[in-house]
């Protein structure tokens, strides 16, 4: 028989929420086990118990994992609903036949590479900051940035608390009066850049992701995504398994 599980684990394994998220759906009711509406705290025998969210089966139709790889334009929210009823990236793969969940976040303003999967445990090792995971940004500025505002974006910088890794800081290109930076870090911190470019008195008009890890955005459009091939899926694999 198999062993019993939460349900909230149980939602977060087949890639339907985080943790966190999973807990809110079945405080609001949108989460049945079999024909009960679930609570806090029940438990579910995989493979036995039907699980349901907001109508939709959860576990058989999600059994095939898939990975994909979204180009998010600006303003939309890296979520998978928002109860100020602004669009949300979900809106922008309506027609994957898999529920799925962002991989980390892209604020509102933000756009660029942002991956999407129904594997729970690659969500999971993909976003904890112990695999130092690099992610480049093109970096629209106001103006020029000085020598002393480069170096000082480039050494470790304490954020609530935190101290941040080092990053790789570049002169990318001249827009009229305005620069493009490339900024690598290592970590995901929220808002990360921006908060960095803050204190260091620089203004950020425009934020794109371009790669994570090894992976670039390349060609794909805006709003446009794309699921990813093995040997992508493999690199990233590679670079979040455990020594």
Same mark, same amino acid.
């Given at each position: 028989m198999a062993e019993k599980i939460r349900i909230q684990k149980y939602l977060a394994m087949h890639g339907a929420a985080?943790?966190?998220g999973a807990d809110r759906m079945v405080e609001e009711g949108k989460v049945r086990i079999n024909r009960r509406v679930a609570v806090p705290g029940d438990m579910?025998?995989?493979?036995?118990?039907?699980?349901?969210?907001?109508g939709r089966r959860i576990g058989a139709e999600t059994d095939k994992k898939v990975y994909i790889?979204?180009?998010?334009? #600006? /303003?939309?929210? $890296?979520?998978?609903?928002?109860? #100020? /009823?602004?669009? $949300?990236?979900?809106?922008?793969?309506?027609?994957?036949p898999v529920r799925v969940s962002p991989v980390g976040r892209?604020?509102?303003?933000?756009?660029g590479l942002l991956l999407l999967s129904n594997d729970g445990d690659f969500i999971y090792r993909m976003t904890h900051p112990k695999h130092h995971i690099s992610k480049k940004y093109h970096v629209l500025i106001k103006g020029r940035a000085s020598e002393g505002q480069i170096i000082k974006l480039s050494r470790p910088m304490k954020l609530d608390g935190y101290i941040t890794r080092g990053a790789n800081v570049t002169r990318e290109a001249m827009r009229g009066e305005n620069e493009v930076l490339s900024i690598?870090?290592?970590e995901g911190r929220n808002r990360q850049i921006r908060r960095m470019c803050e204190e260091t008195g620089i203004f950020v008009k425009r934020l794109?992701?371009?790669?994570?890890?090894?992976l670039e955005l390349g060609d794909l459009k805006t709003g446009q995504y794309r699921f990813l091939n093995p040997a992508e899926l493999a690199q990233l694999q590679d670079i979040t398994r455990d020594d």
């Open positions: 985080s943790r966190r579910v025998t995989p493979g036995e118990d039907e699980v349901y969210l907001e790889m979204l180009n998010k334009p #600006r /303003g939309y929210i $890296t979520s998978t609903s928002d109860d #100020r /009823g602004r669009k $949300t990236v979900m809106d922008l793969i309506s027609d994957v892209l604020d509102y303003y933000s756009e690598e870090i290592f794109r992701r371009i790669s994570v890890g090894l």
